[in-house]
């Protein structure tokens, strides 16, 4: 029976199930934490910092963190990485309720949610190919479906109700996504146990960490899925520091109308989602990973040269379907080709490199925008788009990802072999 007609086994729906209620409470928290440090403050630096610090785990422990989670058992360090989120937002709404709560705080918060974000997604990563075989369609299938729920959670439904529960209480939206990561936690371990990867021969954490990055480094295929987020996120950030500023001076687009625009590209990154299994079987991944890349170039063009807001709000709803289908396509893809024991350094290593991308992408915007037009960092961000494409084109190319999936298939010489670190490209 093809992979085609076969279900997605039982444990997934539980697992989509968790990640979906998880989503819910992350957008209510990313509404709330914000708001939360504004009722204390109207310094811009210490609001800036309450958000910096929620992406410092990723930079600090992203490689680290990888190597830890192939140490351990996926399944426990999900289940208690939601745990431990819980317990944190529960002594923050605590805080709330006796009065104390404080920058500093909600600052260590923030930290420690992305550290507790950095093991969770990094081994759900990591399981997700061992509950599915590592079959490439439903890899693809089951990440849509993610993908999916979580821009429908985090970025839908979320925000708006962080804003509402807020109104009720400071400690309200705390506490509700306690919840969240409590109810995920008690689904998460119900999840089926997966056997661990077989024991490398015991190194320090540092080398482990550094084999998993040199692994993503040596590898055509994983290099040009990690160059994607990493150049797109200089881009996207690029041009999301000047959105806003864009959309009023250039568009006469005022608060609510702004809203919709963001609106328009969260709903065009659901189709992506949703469409994503579809164009990778019609192109061939690799082809349809160089599609959506050139999509999303091109429509942030459009976007620097809309004349008005529909067309503006078309350009975002074309650049988040490309991104829709990036984001099921590029991971399903490496976790089809990595080997289970090299996931979770591989997957880390990728997210850092978009991670650090990211500062250096808002600093070009708003650099570029004072020194010459408030259009010029689109153009700009399009002209990385379109470049990265052009050079990661042959990187992922269709006989690149035919070959990778080849070798790593389970009767393949490579997929076994204790030497696989270090194996040359795929020709």
Known sequence: MTSEIRKLPSGFGRLWTAQTISSLGDGVTQA???LLALALTRDPMALAAVTATGTLPWLIFGVLGGALVDRWDRRRTMWVADT???ALLATAAAAAVLGVLSIPLLAALAFLLGLGGLFFDTAATAYLPDLLR???VLLERANSRLRGAQTAMSGFAGPPAGSALLALGRAVPLLTDAVSFLLSALLVRTLPAMPRPEPEIRESLLRQARAGATYVFRDRVLLGLALRPAVGNVAFLAVETVLALFAHDRLGIDGYGFGLLLTAEATGGLLGAAIAS???RRLGTGTALTCTAAVEGLAILGLAAAP???AAGLALAVCGAGMGATMVLGPSLRQAIVPAHLMGRVASTSRMLAMCAAP???FLGGWLATAYDI???LYAAAVLLLTMTAVTASMTSNRRVEAALRAAAPDHPAATSPTRESAPDPV
């Open 32 to 34: 709330a934490l914000p």
């Open 278 to 280: 579809h164009l990778g």
């Open 134 to 136: 590592r079959d490439p």
């Open 308 to 310: 008005n807001p529909y």
């Open 360 to 362: 250096a992408g808002a």
């Open 375 to 377: 259009r010029t960092p």
């Open 84 to 86: 431990a989120r819980a």
